[in-house]
């Protein structure tokens, strides 16, 4: 249960009969320059201002409901980003070793193919190159030897 209590205001003067009166209080009115912090403002330099103090005053203007839905909407980015990363390096690593372990096994035995291949056409070459220039051999001048 709630209690309520009247708190008396010392400007005001209540009276037997039930009328109220408020005294008249002056306020002091604020002068610039009677200020208590100018020495504060030769203090800020603005060419020395920081991008991250110019976002840490910042955050006096956002509400704290934005700032909450900003770091929900940056933590997630955040993790997107790194469980992305995360799996193209491991894309990136199965995709080298399977490279490495499968294709270069692949890409000598073309090599050593192609090789063979030309070794082969070279002997063919000096063979026939042998047959044209032998001395004394038919099958040189085009003609076959005969047999009796």
């Known amino acids: 249960m709630v209690k309520l209590t009247q708190v008396e205001d010392e400007s005001q003067t209540t009276y037997p009969d039930g009328t109220t009166t408020v ?10 320059s009677d200020s208590e912090f100018e020495d504060d ?57 399977s490279s490495l372990l499968l294709g270069v096994p692949l890409a000598l035995a073309i090599l050593s193919e192609t090789q063979l291949q030309e070794m082969e056409s070279n002997i063919s070459l000096q063979q026939s190159a042998q047959d044209v220039l032998a001395p004394g051999s038919e099958e040189a001048f085009g003609g076959k030897k005969e047999t009796a």
């Not at 005294?23 to 610039?32: A, L, Q, S």
């Open 23 to 32: 005294e008249k209080v002056e306020v002091d009115t604020f002068d610039d």
């Open 41 to 97: 403002d030769d203090d800020f330099d603005l060419e020395n201002e920081t991008f991250y103090d110019r976002v840490a005053a910042l955050k006096d203007i956002v509400s704290p409901q934005h700032r909450d839905q900003i770091y929900n909407l940056s933590s997630t980015v955040t993790s997107y980003v790194q469980s992305g990363l995360n799996n193209g390096g491991k894309l990136l690593w199965t995709l080298t070793s």
